[in-house]
Structures are given as structure tokens and as C-alpha cells.
T-cell receptor, first 109, second 112 residues
Framework: EDKVVQSPLSLVVHEGDTVTLNCSYE??????LLWYKQEKKAPTFLFML????IEKKSGRLSSILDKKELFSILNITATQTGDSAVYLC?????????FGAGTRLTVKP | DSGVTQTPKHLITATGQRVTLRCSPR?????VYWYQQSLDQGLQFLIH???????AKGNILERFSAQQFPDLHSELNLSSLELGDSALYFC???????????FGPGTRLTVT
């Protein structure tokens, strides 16, 4: 059965720290892996990754996919309190989406 | 604002009742995904429609059904409601294929 596992489940850091969130997966007919940020509302799209080894970057956030080892990481540098959220990883086999349980990141001032 | 709209925002109803949740996609989006998010279950995929046709079913109960209309809006019908159906229901839309999804604000359903 398809599986998406995120780690850690919870993380508390201080402003300015760098964090790495992990997502490992087992899925039949992988198409893409997506990262979302969820605050107290709907998830918002961060990145979509389809190819191994190509880093996607947006400001202080970056992500990379390893299709051989079946995982992805999301890096956040120089964290800010506004980065506090649940970060969700989702994997797309054809036509559906499998979400991980998420990593709850808390950034303290 | 993702451009995806969902109505109603909140819904409170009694066990055994039936409700309909509505989702209007962003302009140009052909795919609609429905998700259920409860505190103990995380985000669960329910069903996916593409251009009016059902493409995939996930953890959707037989009491639940959905459809996508010619104007591409979608409705999720929940019947014989139980207390455990209380959750946040999201729809997400996209252009289809391997593309990012944009989430609506969700409908919070409370079954009493």
C-alpha cells in the first residue's frame, strides 16, 4: 500500500535556525512529490518535484527529491516566527494524492 | 486567496442528516480533488474528478458521493451523517495531470 512518512512529527526551533524536514515514500507509479504549508487554514502550495537531484528554491525555502532513495527534504534557512506551521508532503501516483501526517514546526522568537 | 471557493464555510447538522458541500475551481482548472481533514486522521484523499469524470477514489465512504458538473464546479454529498464525519472538508483544484493543487478555504462540518 502507498505510504508517505514525514519526520520529525514536531520541531521547535529559534528564529534564525535552519531546519530540515524529511519525507519518505513508497508509492506505485510515482509522478510527483509536493510540499505544502498549512497554518490555521487551507494548505498552500510550496513546491512540486518530479525529477531527482534538481533543487527547487523559493526565498529561504528549498527542496530536493531523491527518486532512488525515495525521499525528499524541505530546508528552511534563517527561520522566522511566520514559518510556524504544519508542513505537509504529498505524493502523487496517477490521479490521486497521498499526504503524510505533517511536521509541525514552531519557531520561537 | 487561492481562487478556489467553497461553500458553506461552516455547517452544523444532526446525525442521520444529509448535506451538500460545493466547490468552484479556479478558472481553467479541470481537476477537483476532495479531502477530509480531522484531528486524528490528517488529510485524507476522498475522490478526484477531471473534466466531469471520476478519476480515482480514496478513502471515501459509501455514504459519501461526489460529482463534477459541466461548468466544472463540484459537489460532495454526505448522507446518513455520523458524529465521526465531523471534520474540515477541503477541495483542491488544478489543471490536471501532474500539477500543483490549490486548496479552497474548506467547509467545517460539525455533526451533533
Amino acid at each position: 500500500e502507498d505510504k508517505v512518512v514525514q519526520s520529525p512529527l514536531s520541531l521547535v526551533v529559534h528564529e534564525g535556525d535552519t531546519v530540515t524536514l524529511n519525507c519518505s515514500y513508497e508509492v506505485t507509479n510515482f509522478r510527483s512529490l509536493l510540499w505544502y504549508k498549512q497554518e490555521k487554514k487551507a494548505p498552500t502550495f510550496l513546491f512540486m518535484l518530479t525529477s531527482s537531484g534538481i533543487e527547487k528554491k523559493s526565498g529561504r525555502l528549498s527542496s530536493i527529491l531523491d527518486k532512488k532513495e525515495l525521499f525528499s527534504i524541505l530546508n528552511i534557512t534563517a527561520t522566522q516566527t511566520g514559518d510556524s506551521a504544519v508542513y505537509l508532503c504529498a505524493v502523487e501516483p496517477p490521479y490521486l494524492m497521498r499526504f503524510g501526517a505533517g511536521t509541525r514546526l514552531t519557531v520561537k522568537p | 486567496d487561492s481562487g478556489v471557493t467553497q461553500t458553506p464555510k461552516h455547517l452544523i447538522t444532526a446525525t442521520g442528516q444529509r448535506v451538500t458541500l460545493r466547490c468552484s475551481p479556479r478558472s481553467g482548472d479541470l481537476s477537483v480533488y476532495w479531502y477530509q481533514q480531522s484531528l486524528d486522521q490528517g488529510l485524507q484523499f476522498l475522490i478526484h474528478y477531471y473534466n466531469g469524470e471520476e478519476r480515482a477514489k480514496g478513502n471515501i465512504l459509501e455514504r459519501f458521493s461526489a460529482q463534477q458538473f459541466p461548468d466544472l464546479h463540484s459537489e460532495l454529498n454526505l448522507s446518513s451523517l455520523e458524529l465521526g464525519d465531523s471534520a474540515l472538508y477541503f477541495c483542491a483544484t488544478g489543471q490536471g495531470g501532474s500539477s500543483e493543487q490549490y486548496f479552497g478555504p474548506g467547509t467545517r462540518l460539525t455533526v451533533t
